[in-house]
């Protein structure tokens, strides 16, 4: 065999070999070259997974964490509100515990928060430029929130941030404010300036008179101008054009009858509502189809189903009359389902009731009661403690109190406590100084009776003008610095129609018509102590004693008032012309209040009827001024409870606590049996037992106590007798005299600086003469003569004023009490004089009633104009007004119907305005309430 035949296959064998093993190696090495990348691919995708899942990991804790810092920032916010809503006005301590307070879920979760609440700046004064709101004035406070949000696992943090605007409005801002319907029926001309709103419907209707509004007009419920509130159709005449309101130009602008926007002449459809709860049976109407293109020719100014205003407390929710009534802390009793009972921890009062009722606020409270224990802070203080004074105690063998004497030796008359006292009951009066603790929400009380009673209690019998009337012992300069009044010597004005027995006597002195009550007369000359020396021949019995008042006849402890006598000389010093006399309380005569029907049958001569007859406390306002003027400081006692506690140093004027002026508040509950604060006889309409007109309180019944707290029905008593001794019924009331000049200063350079006077009671009060004011110039025509013709005017006497109260009554300056026993049905006889009042009204008024067949002479509540209430014939008279009429409520204790003309009044010219000063909020009365609103400027993400 051929060997090199067979090596050259195997040699190509190898090379094949060989070349595969190369072909294998590169394959291998690509292989792997590409495993690598693969591997390297992975590597980076697996790096850039977890990248990104750090990333997304990142972003959800972060926007956790804004969560969290956004649920911290609402939270705050809701508790800012909530302390809004319930105090009001937040104190460091609120702030702190928003602050500090735990984030709910987040704070369980792993979060930590940091939270400020800073205030950017004090209140500023803004006009509000949107919405509903605009053009009013409010105070405003600027408010920032910052939160800090962290993730304590992560680190992970987030800061928010909100600002926002905390709105105050004074309600003083309206020339007319209601919060239920607002009725305005047939007045004679009528001009009203000032912003008007009700939250309920508005009922406006003319007789040919204008009737003339020159703001704008906000109305939450409907405009009606066809039909009566009552359901009476309108007679021809009732259909007149002449209601006004003005363009945003100010030209006034016919509102005709048929230019409502409802109609309700035709009886269809049924939606006006009643804000009230009380479900009034509104007449039948439905929406005017023309009212929207009409309404545009107010340009705006007059706005129909506009939001409604509320009040703190109706949040609550409490009814607004709760603003005027006493409070309930610790120390004081109140009616619990009918009994009455010490308030209890628990029951005691904190939050906005507490602040925004004015017994509570700044300045000096005065509450009478029928025992010790009714007085605020007195329930279950010993005995042995003092709390108020007694005004019927032991008074030698007669009742009464004797005020102490000043250290400059002036005494004042003891009170009479005969003719105050009511068997079974006791007469207690309590004098406070208020501060307001806003930490814990609750009144600050120091007991200062002695003290402020010292100046005396009793109206001076003799002044500059009585010259021909002389009293033993008694100087011009006694009494005469009386603040709080409860009795006095003589009835001014004609002869009260004598009884028989005889109460009262009449006497012309200087020209003057008085009544006094002379116990004796042609008193020997011989006689210097009347109490124990008439006796015999020295004296010549007189007038009768009476005393208290009730439904069996008079109720007394005592009928010895001896120790009260004291010797005048009337007219003369001869023994014909002396006379033994004593005080008596201050009453009057309310034909309003009193005559249950406009009409003069029905009553016997010489009596009145004894539900018109109120027992007065007179405020004697220019002796509240001269002693906050410190006409008295270092002059008042030191042995009082008051300076006991402080040195042993007299009460001074700087004493009196005062926040931008000071609050007067007074609280007379005698003969309210139940101790509810309220009037139970609400049968004002005779036997007509309708809800909607009488149930004043809006609790399902017809409330009559003729056994304790009202006469029994229609009973009438001697005139004589009831102007001078008391009754044991709850008639009582506040009056304002000598008040043309207030206490106060208007600083017309630094506003901030001005102090005012509120006058409150949850009493009726009646403001009696020039208040505040001592004259006008009139603008005449249909011109409304504004504030700034109100004199004096933008000087240190022009003073932030307001009377809050149950009802107001305005007397003018030519009104007696007398007149007003002597005349109860002749209104012609109590003829009004000319007067100009200035202060904001906040106050209630009675229900109107369903009577569509009665008309105008229907079951109305009078309305705006007679919102403030007369009692006088004012024909050809001008009553000026300027200030704010501020309706919240129905009248719990003046609650008769309105009435005209037979027997209590016939109107005067009514030319009334805003007080234009109440647009600046620190030239405000004191108390003023507000509307408050919060609204929010804007939100951020402060960190990225």
């Not at 019995?541 to 009476?546: I, L, Q, V």
């Not at 005080?583 to 005559?595: A, C, V, Y």
């Amino acid at each position: 065999m051929n060997q090199a035949k067979y090596e050259q296959p195997i040699a190509n064998r190898r090379k094949q070999l060989v070349g595969r093993q190369s072909e294998r190696g590169v394959s291998l090495a690509i292989t792997l070259m590409v495993m690598a990348l693969l591997l390297g691919l992975a590597a980076v995708a697996l790096t850039r997974t977890v990248a990104e899942t750090q990333i997304t990991s990142n972003d959800t804790a972060e926007s956790h964490v804004f969560n969290a810092a956004e649920a911290a920032l609402e939270d705050a916010t809701r508790d800012f509100a909530t302390v809004v809503e319930n105090r009001l006005i937040p104190t460091t301590q609120d702030i702190s515990n928003i602050q500090n307070k735990p984030v709910p879920y987040f704070s369980d979760q792993g979060y930590a928060f940091t939270k400020r609440l800073t205030q950017l700046r004090d209140a500023q004064v803004v006009t509000q430029t949107k919405g509903q709101y605009q053009g009013l004035i409010s105070l405003r406070d600027e408010w920032q929130i910052d939160v800090t949000a962290k993730n304590i696992a992560t680190g992970v943090e987030t800061q928010v941030r909100r600002r926002f605007f905390n709105d105050r409005i004074p309600i003083f801002q309206f020339g007319a404010f209601y919060q239920d319907d607002l009725e305005v029926t047939n007045p004679p001309t009528f001009l009203m300036n000032g912003r008007v709103h009700t939250n309920g419907n508005f009922f406006v209707h003319s007789n040919g008179n204008d009737i003339r509004f020159k703001s704008k007009i906000t109305i939450g419920g409907e405009l009606i101008r066809d039909i009566w509130k009552n359901g009476a159709s309108q007679t021809s005449s009732e259909k007149s054009a002449a209601v006004y309101a003005q363009n945003t130009l100010n030209v006034d602008t016919q509102l005709p009858n048929n230019r409502g926007s409802v109609t309700c002449a035709q009886g269809s459809g049924g939606i006006l509502r009643d804000n009230t709860g009380r479900n009034f049976p509104y007449p039948r109407c439905v929406k005017n189809t023309n009212w929207p293109t009409f309404s545009k020719s107010f340009e705006g100014n007059v706005v129909t189903n506009a939001k409604q205003l509320t009040l703190p407390l109706d949040r609550l929710p409490a009814p607004l009359i709760e603003m005027i009534r006493r409070g309930k802390n610790i120390g004081d009793m109140e009616n619990v389902g009918g009994s009455v009972t010490a308030v209890t921890s628990g029951r005691d009062e904190q939050g906005i009731l507490s602040r925004e009722r004015y017994a509570n606020k700044e300045g000096i409270r005065i509450s009478l009661a029928d025992s010790r224990d009714r007085l605020p802070q007195c329930a279950g203080v010993p005995i042995t403690t003092d709390c108020g004074v007694r005004l019927d105690g032991p008074f030698g063998s007669s009742l009464g109190y004797q005020p102490r004497v000043m250290t400059d030796g002036y005494q004042a008359t003891p009170v009479n406590g005969n003719r105050l006292a009511v068997n079974g009951r006791e007469v207690w009066i309590k004098v406070e100084l208020v501060t307001f603790d806003y930490d814990n929400e609750r009144p600050i009380t120091e007991d200062v009776t002695e003290d402020i009673l010292s100046l005396g209690v009793t109206e001076p019998v003799v002044t500059s003008s009585t010259s021909s009337l002389l009293v033993n012992g008694y100087t011009t300069a006694t009494d005469a610095r009386s603040i709080i009044k409860v009795q006095r010597f003589v009835v001014p004005g004609p002869a009260i129609p004598a009884s028989s027995p005889a109460y009262a006597t009449s006497f012309t002195v200087n020209s003057k018509s008085l009544n006094l009550v002379t116990r004796y007369k042609s008193v020997k000359t011989t006689v210097t102590n009347p109490a124990t020396q008439c006796t015999g021949t020295n004296c010549t019995a007189d007038d009768s004693f009476t005393a208290s008042m009730n439904n069996s006849g008079t109720s007394s402890t005592s009928t010895d008032e001896s120790a009260h006598y004291k010797i005048a000389s009337i007219n003369g010093t001869a023994q014909a012309n002396r006379y033994v006399i004593v005080p008596f309380p201050i009453q009057l005569h309310d034909t309003r209040e009193g005559n249950r029907a406009d009409s003069t049958s029905g009553l016997s001569t010489g009596r009145v009827y004894k539900n018109g007859v109120m027992s007065v406390i007179d405020i004697d306002v220019a002796n509240f001024r001269s002693f906050l003027a410190g006409a008295w400081d270092g002059k008042l006692p030191t042995g009082t409870r008051w300076a006991a506690s402080h040195g042993n140093q007299s009460l001074r004027s700087t004493n009196i606590p005062q926040n931008r002026g000071w609050v007067v508040y007074v609280s007379d509950r005698r003969g309210d049996n139940n101790f509810d604060g309220r009037y139970d006889m609400e049968d004002v309409n005779p036997d007509d037992n309708s809800l909607i007109e009488e149930d004043i309180d809006n609790d399902g019944r017809i409330v009559t106590d003729y056994s304790n707290e009202a006469p029994n029905a229609d009973s009438q008593v001697y005139a004589s007798q009831a102007a001078v001794a008391d009754h044991s019924f709850y008639r009582r009331a506040v009056r304002l005299i000598n008040a043309a000049t207030l206490p106060g200063v208007y600083d017309s350079a630094v506003a901030g600086n001005t102090r005012g006077f509120t006058l409150a009671s949850e009493n009726p009060v009646y403001v009696w003469g020039n208040y505040n004011a001592t004259s006008v110039t009139v603008a005449g025509g249909t011109n409304v003569s504004t504030s700034d013709r109100y004199y004096p005017y933008n000087t240190s006497l022009h003073i932030p004023a307001s009377v809050v109260s149950d009802l107001v009554t305005i007397l003018s300056g030519s009104w007696n009490d007398g007149e007003s026993f002597a005349y109860p049905n002749a209104p012609g006889s109590r003829v009004a004089s000319n007067t100009v009042v200035r202060f904001a009204m906040l106050a209630g008024d009675p229900i109107t009633g369903y009577s569509p067949s009665a008309g105008l002479t229907g079951n109305q509540n009078g309305g705006l104009i007679n919102f403030p209430r007369f009692l006088e014939t004012w024909s050809s008279k001008r009553l000026n007004y300027a200030g704010s009429f501020i309706n919240l409520f129905n009248a719990f204790n003046s609650n008769a119907r309105h009435k005209c003309c037979n027997t209590v009044y016939t109107p005067p010219t009514r030319d009334w305005t805003f007080e234009e000063s109440f647009r600046e909020p620190s030239r405000l009365p004191p108390g003023t309430p507000y509307v408050y609103l919060i609204s929010f400027t804007g939100f951020e993400r402060v960190n990225d």
